[in-house]
Structure formats: structure tokens, C-alpha cells
């Protein structure tokens, strides 16, 4: 090296000619940065005349923030003749905007031509944007800025290993927006794109600064919450973020209602590893979304017995359906003043050769999702309208029966003909059949729906609400549908004598049902205060264990010879 630069500070013609087209710039500073030559590339790239700035420090060029490691590079060239030294740095143009170089200083200051540092520098803003460029692409999302899936991944990674070392909690949230196709189907992608800007900034207010909210794909997003110390934290956190959807969104005079449906994995507990910890809280996801949505879920050790108990069910349900593994049980609708059975309500269960009674609330989710709840509920309908049939035929007076509908059955175009047909082939009474249909139906707004409601009430069946209170109907949908029947959900009664605003509940619900002169039954009643709350607000219709549990066939038919049913005594 030094015998080239010698060579070609010794013919300063030659030097000229060869640093003049260059791109990069070459320099000559002294022991104390002063500028004693600068290549004709400096005015090309920073501007200024190179006669202009000899004799100015060195120093004077650079970024503030670079100041202190420029001179600390600068002592080790100065102080070690042998060794090049490579560094970055911003230099101010004489536009003043800042651009990055790399530099390589090599010291000549014994060299008696020379005397001085020789600094070869060029100019990479425009690489290390692209550097950078291609850095955000493949970590950040574009729309939202937000870390992408990636990165996410990546954060949780070294988060574990912190967590690890200092004996912390991490809590890992995955949001799903319930809904958020049909806002871009309907309103656009662009009304979509701002409504997702609009979650992000409100959910950023409510996580502390240490936590990172990442987008993972179009509509799912995740936090990362540091320094978590309980499960009850989690908890708080979670209903932050869900009360983030509480408020609705206007974007662009769109009046926009979305929720979100969250799962939540806890380090170390629902899982050690990134791969896990996500798995888990995808899992609990879906959870979410399968009890309704707008709800959050934390993943425990059961929801992974769940799954793989769904998926083996699954496969079983289908061969069940073919194998008529399925009984039907009643529960005895009551009117509580004379304690005679008015009605009864038909409930599924499944009895399979090796794992026993099976309950609905196992296998419905399942029957639904896999569509299966068709076949299912043509069945029950046919098996209550066959045991009516035999009831009659033996003599028994005939009470209605109540049998549950999912939403699926009703989407059906063929409901009607297939009713008809069970009902003509049975010479069944319609009045003494009551579908329950629940109150999340009213929000699907669906053509076929209403006009089977309406088919089945012409026909004289009775329709009744169940599980009323836990959804979202108002009393003017009860009255729009022409509900028949109102069941109170059990959730309610649980409360009784307990607290009391639940009864001030389940006194303005029958209140509000007298008064639309409908019929209202209290499900779930255990014990006798219970009974005698709801006798006094003239709610004469009952069901539940202090009565009767559900029950087989058998033990339903030698009620109904009895026709009436003594409550248990507590
Ligand atoms: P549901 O319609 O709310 O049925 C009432 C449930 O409450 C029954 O559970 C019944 O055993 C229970 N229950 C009744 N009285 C009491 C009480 O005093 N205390 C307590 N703790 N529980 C009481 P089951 O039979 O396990 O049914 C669960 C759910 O499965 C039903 O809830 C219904 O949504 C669904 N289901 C049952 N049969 C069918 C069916 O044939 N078709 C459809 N689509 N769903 C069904
Ligand atoms: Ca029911
Ligand atoms: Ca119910």
C-alpha cells in the first residue's frame, strides 16, 4: 500500500488523473483531522469545492451521533501506523443531508511525502437503504408498520430467553377480527385497510411500551406481554384488548361493529418453546371462535385433550350416524303450581360401544361443524315423532315436546318438506311440537331462515327462544319472529337466591314476557328458593333437576302415566 500512495503523491499529475473519475474520495487529514486534500469525488458527492474545505477539520463534516466513535477510530489510526482501519459513518453534504460512508484510514505520517492519515471513503446511503428496505419487507407489515409474523417469531424467541434467565411469565395473545372479510366484501379493501389501522392504534394505547403487537396475517394479530407475574394479569389484559372493540369504528363515515376473538398461551406453562407457545394460542383462537366469538380463551392442557378428543370424535360421529348409536332422553317441563308435566324437552345423546354416554354439548359443535347436524336433526325429529305416535297409541295424553334446532337445520331449503313428511307419516298434532331455535339466529338476518320460521309457525308449530339472555335479541325481535315461548337461560337461575340484581333480571324478563303475553319457562331450577322466586312472579313453568333430570325413555313413559311429578325435597 504505502509504496503505491508514495508513488502516487509523487507524481501529482499521475494522482490526479487516477483519483479523478473515481467514486470513491480520497483524503489527506494531519495528526489533529485538519483536511489537507480532498479528491475531486468529494464535490461530486458532499458538494463542496475540495480547495474550499482545506485546511477545515475533519470533524466539522460528521454526524453528532457518530462524533465520539469518528475520533475514537481516528487515536487508532493515529496511534497504530501499521493497522487500516474500517468504519462507518453520516457526513453532513453541503445541502446538508446526511449520507453514509465507509471509510478506511491508513496513517503515513512517518512517510516523509506524505504525512498524513490517507482516508478512502464512498458513499453507501443508498445500499444501506436498500439494505434497510428489504430489512422492513421482510420484518415489518407494510400497512400497519407493525412487526410481521417473522419478526414476531423472532422477538418471542429472545423474550423466552430472557424470561427464562429471570424467572418471569410471558403471555403470547392471538387476536382474530370476527367478521373482517365481510367488512372488505362489502365496503371495500380500502375501508378495510383504514378500519385495521384504527385497531392498531387503539390497541397500542392500552399495552405497556416493553410489549410488542405484531400483525401475523390479514386479519390476525399478536401481543407479546413481557413481566407477566399471575394468571389473573392475563386476564385484565385480555379484557383490555377485547374493550379495544367495544366502541364502534368510523372510517370514512362507515359506522364499523368487529370484535375480536382471542386466545392466549402462557410461558412457561401452555408451553417452552416459540413453536408451541404460538400452536396453543392459535388453538385457544379457534375456541374463541367456536363459543361465539367476541370472547378470549387461554389455552390450557385440556383444550389439547379437547382437540384430539374433537378429532377422533369426528371420525366416530360419521360411522354413529350409520350404526344409530344415538337415544333420545326427556326432561319434563313443569307448571310449578300444580306440579303437573306440560311438556317435555327432548335432548340427544350419543351411546357409543366403548366410550359410553356421550353428552351434546361434546358432539353437537362437532355435528355442526362437519355439517352432520342434518342427518342428526332429521333423526331426532323422526324418533320424537315415532315415540308421540306410540305414546298415543298406548293410551298416554299427549304433551307437547320441545326438540333443539341449529341454525344449520334452518338454513335448509328442504326443512319444510322433510317436517311434513315425519309429521303426515305420524298423524302428528303441530301444536304439540316446539322447536327451540337460539337467540344468535336473529343476527343472521337470513332470508331462508325467516321464511322456514314462518313456514313452520303457519303450520302451527311453536317456536321458542332458548337460552334467553345470554345473546343479543331484543324484545322487538321476539315480537318481529312471533316467538311463542321464552326459556330463561339456566345461568341466570344459578345466581337465585344468591344475588340479587340476577333477580331483578329474571323479574323484568318474565315481566316483559307477561306483557307480550308469551310463554315463559325458567330452565335449570335446582333447589326449592329458586322455585318459590319464580312462583312468586307467577312464572308457573319449570324445568330442571329439582324436578327431574333428562331421562330415558323408560322412566319418561312411567312419568307420563303418573302425569304429574313431585319436586326432590333439598
Ligand atoms: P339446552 O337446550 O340448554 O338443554 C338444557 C340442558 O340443561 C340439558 O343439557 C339439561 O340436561 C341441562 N339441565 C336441565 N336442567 C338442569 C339443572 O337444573 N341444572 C343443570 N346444571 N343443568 C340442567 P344436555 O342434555 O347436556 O344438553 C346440552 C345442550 O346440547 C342443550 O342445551 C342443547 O343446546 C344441545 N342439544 C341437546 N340435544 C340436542 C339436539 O337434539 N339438537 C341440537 N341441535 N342440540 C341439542
Ligand atoms: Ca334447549
Ligand atoms: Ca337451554
Not at 413481557?226 to 394468571?231: E, G, P, Q, T, V
Not at 408451553?271 to 404460538?278: I, Q
Not at 389439547?304 to 319434563?332: C, G, M, T, V
Request: charged share 25%; aromatic share 10%; proline share 3%.
Amino acid at each position: 500500500m504505502s509504496g503505491f500512495y508514495e508513488a502516487l503523491i509523487n507524481n501529482q499529475s499521475r494522482f490526479e488523473a487516477l483519483v479523478k473519475n473515481s467514486s470513491d474520495i480520497i483524503a489527506i487529514i494531519d495528526k489533529q483531522g485538519i483536511i489537507i486534500y480532498e479528491s475531486p469525488a468529494f464535490e461530486m458527492i458532499l458538494g463542496y469545492n475540495p480547495k474550499d474545505v482545506v485546511g477545515l477539520s475533519g470533524f466539522s463534516f460528521v454526524h453528532p451521533d457518530d462524533l465520539e466513535k469518528a475520533k475514537q477510530k481516528f487515536s487508532e489510526v493515529v496511534n497504530n501506523p501499521e493497522e487500516e482501519v474500517k468504519f462507518e459513518l453520516k457526513l453532513k453534504s453541503i445541502t446538508e443531508e446526511w449520507l453514509d460512508f465507509e471509510l478506511i484510514a491508513s496513517n503515513y505520517l512517518e512517510d516523509p511525502n506524505i504525512k498524513g492519515i490517507i482516508i478512502n471513503y464512498r458513499d453507501i446511503t443508498e445500499s444501506k437503504k436498500i439494505k434497510a428496505d428489504l430489512y422492513n419487507l421482510a420484518y415489518f407489515d407494510s400497512l400497519t408498520q407493525l412487526p410481521n409474523r417473522k419478526s414476531f417469531g423472532e422477538i418471542l424467541i429472545t423474550s423466552i430467553e430472557e424470561a427464562q434467565t429471570s424467572s418471569q411469565m410471558l403471555a403470547v395473545a392471538i387476536f382474530d377480527l370476527d367478521g373482517f372479510k365481510f367488512v372488505n366484501e362489502s365496503a371495500g379493501d380500502e375501508i378495510g385497510d383504514e378500519l385495521l389501522k384504527k385497531i392498531v392504534t387503539r390497541v397500542k394505547a392500552t399495552i405497556n411500551e416493553g410489549d410488542v403487537l405484531a400483525r401475523l396475517s390479514s386479519d390476525e394479530f399478536a401481543i407479546l406481554f413481557k413481566d407477566i407475574h399471575n394468571n389473573s394479569e392475563v386476564d385484565e389484559l385480555a379484557y383490555k384488548v377485547k374493550d379495544v372493540f367495544k366502541e364502534v369504528f368510523i372510517v370514512e363515515g362507515f359506522e364499523l361493529n368487529i370484535t375480536a376473538s382471542i386466545g392466549i398461551s402462557i410461558y412457561p406453562y401452555s408451553g417452552e418453546d416459540k413453536v408451541t407457545l404460538m400452536k396453543n394460542a392459535d388453538l385457544a383462537v379457534t375456541l374463541a371462535k367456536r363459543n361465539g366469538k367476541n370472547n378470549f380463551q387461554l389455552y390450557d392442557e385440556r383444550l389439547q385433550l379437547n382437540s384430539d378428543k374433537a378429532f377422533f370424535l369426528r371420525n366416530e360421529l360419521r360411522k354413529a350416524i350409520i350404526n344409530n348409536e344415538f337415544i333420545l332422553y326427556y326432561q319434563p317441563r313443569i307448571n310449578a303450581t300444580t306440579n303437573e308435566i306440560v311438556a317435555a324437552e327432548a335432548l340427544i345423546r350419543w351411546q357409543h360401544p366403548h366410550l359410553g354416554l356421550i353428552r351434546p354439548d361434546e358432539f353437537i359443535p362437532i355435528a355442526e361443524e362437519t355439517g352432520l347436524i342434518i342427518p342428526l336433526g332429521e333423526w331426532v325429529f323422526k324418533t320424537v315423532c315415532e315415540h308421540k305416535k306410540k305414546w298415543i297409541q298406548s293410551g298416554l295424553t299427549p304433551i307437547k315436546i320441545s326438540l333443539n334446532f341449529s341454525v344449520l337445520q334452518l338454513l335448509q331449503k328442504d326443512l319444510i318438506k322433510n317436517i311434513k313428511k315425519a309429521i303426515n307419516e305420524t298423524q302428528q298434532d303441530p301444536h304439540l311440537i316446539e322447536i327451540e331455535i337460539t337467540e344468535s339466529l336473529f343476527l343472521e338476518e337470513n332470508i331462508i331462515i325467516l321464511e322456514n320460521l314462518k313456514t313452520l309457525r303457519k303450520m302451527g308449530i311453536h317456536i321458542a327462544i332458548d337460552d334467553f339472555g345470554t345473546g343479543y335479541s331484543s324484545f322487538s325481535s321476539l315480537q318481529k319472529y312471533k316467538v311463542d315461548t321464552i326459556k330463561i337461560d339456566r345461568s341466570f337461575l344459578k345466581e337465585i337466591p344468591k344475588k340479587s340484581e340476577w333477580k331483578e333480571i329474571v323479574k323484568a324478563i318474565i315481566m316483559l314476557a307477561h306483557g307480550l303475553k308469551m310463554n315463559i319457562v325458567a330452565e335449570g331450577v335446582e333447589i326449592e328458593q329458586q322455585l318459590k322466586f319464580l312462583q312468586t312472579l307467577n312464572c308457573h313453568e319449570v324445568q330442571g333437576y329439582y324436578y327431574s333430570k333428562p331421562i330415558d325413555i323408560i322412566q319418561f313413559e312411567e312419568l307420563l302415566h303418573h302425569k304429574t311429578i313431585e319436586p326432590k325435597i333439598n
